[in-house]
């Protein structure tokens, strides 16, 4: 198994650029997460989903949006990239029913706006 | 005030030496989960507990719930668990997790 992919693992963009992550499970998990990790902070939740055509904002949802039309494919797209959106992002999933579960990451994707 | 907060930031030890690093949470929750971060960047879920302890090879987690503590120890640590660990608090009710910003721990030879 694969588990979790994303692509792709670096990008630059410049200010204004659009952009979409991608990020696929082959778990059939029904929940999936977007985070974004800045250098000092703990990872912060930009969206979720609990299951295809099910999304829901995180902590830190401006300037990002999400599509969840399968359960294996979670999109996060980045419309007018600005500088404070220089990240690393992390794609997780895992299998909730009714406990909580371990989260599966992908190796996350470093992009740079300039 | 991070309503999950990890101690130390920073760990250096020496090879075999044993290992404890600190998270407090102030939120209710459902499991504590403590991941680890390689140097590559990639993040590996270790444990996730909701009480008492758990051990998988020579890593131990512990919790306490009255106390809002948990701890990650590691025992005769080798330079490969040179990562950054992180704690995270799952909430009540759905799987938000709250992170630590993370433990960074160097073991020497």
């Known amino acids: 198994n694969a588990g979790v992919t994303q692509t792709p693992k670096f990008r630059i963009l410049k200010i204004g650029q659009s952009m979409t992550l991608q990020c696929t499970q082959d778990m059939n998990h029904n929940y999936m997460y977007w985070y974004r990790q800045d250098p000092g902070m703990g990872l912060k939740l930009i969206y979720y989903s609990v299951g295809a055509g099910i999304t829901d904002k995180g902590e830190v949802p401006n300037g990002y949006n999400v599509s969840r039309s399968t359960t294996e494919d979670f999109p996060l797209r980045l419309e007018l990239a600005a500088p404070s959106q220089t990240s690393v992002y992390f794609c997780?999933?895992?299998?909730?029913?009714?406990?909580?579960?371990?989260?599966?990451f992908g190796d996350g994707t470093r992009l740079s706006i300039l | 005030k991070n309503e999950v907060e990890q101690s130390p930031q920073n760990l250096t030890a020496q090879e075999g030496e044993f290992i404890t690093i600190n998270c407090s949470y102030s939120?209710?929750?459902?499991?504590l989960h403590w991941l680890q971060q390689h140097p590559g960047g990639g993040i590996v879920s270790l444990f996730m507990?909701?009480?008492g302890k758990k051990k998988h090879g020579r890593l131990i987690a512990t919790i306490n719930i009255q106390e809002k503590h948990s701890s990650l120890h590691i025992t005769a640590s080798h330079p490969r668990d040179s990562a950054v660990y992180i704690c995270a608090a799952g909430n009540f009710g759905n799987e938000k997790l709250t992170f630590g910003t993370g433990t960074r721990l160097t073991i020497i030879p």
């Open positions: 939120v209710g929750i459902s499991a």
């Open positions: 997780a999933s895992s299998y909730v029913q009714g406990d909580n579960q371990p989260q599966h």
């Open positions: 507990l909701s009480s």
